[in-house]
């Protein structure tokens, strides 16, 4: 059992209903690479990594649900709506992944303080680091990342 399952077992509720958000968010994400896969306009090698970013995706929601369920809750089976953009090019595609992927980013982050238990807030920035990991890729493919010059400015 991992230490954020065996956390669970004795949440607090606040962070059980801030998990289940976190699944119903994960749920909105692995939908919108579904839903952009079925488009057919994703070359083969943007494809393959949308995948990766949808099994991320799957990997987080999975977690969440067995800590929800550890905690003796029911994990919600809801998904996050989020507002569709036309999607009619590949640009269009990794511009709404972009989106989706920093409202993951920026939810997590957000979420840190606020829960009570460690091992969730460690589960949560772990999370959140590969969310920031899907944007910077996702900056790249798209252009629009500045050239990297340093990892830390003061």
């Not at 569709?84 to 972009?98: E, V």
């Not at 091992?119 to 899907?134: K, M, P, Y």
Request: no cysteine; glycine share 6%.
């Amino acid at each position: 059992m991992t230490t954020f399952v065996a956390a669970a077992e004795k949440a607090d509720p606040g962070d059980i209903a801030t998990l289940n958000a976190a699944i119903e968010l994960e749920r909105a994400g692995i939908k919108a690479y579904v839903d952009a896969a079925a488009t057919g306009l994703l070359p083969k090698e943007i494809l393959a990594i949308a995948s990766g970013f949808a099994a991320d995706h799957t990997a987080h929601r999975d977690a969440l649900i067995a800590a929800v369920k550890a905690s003796g809750n029911t994990p919600s089976t809801k998904t996050a709506a989020i507002a569709y953009p036309p999607l009619k090019t590949t640009n269009d595609i990794l511009a709404f992944a972009m989106v989706v992927e920093r409202k993951a980013a920026s939810t997590y982050l957000s979420v840190i303080p606020d829960l009570k238990d460690p091992a969730f807030r460690q589960a949560a920035a772990s999370i959140l680091g590969v969310e920031t990991t899907h944007v910077a890729l996702l900056a790249q493919a798209l252009g629009t990342g500045p050239a990297y010059k340093s990892g830390f400015t003061t």
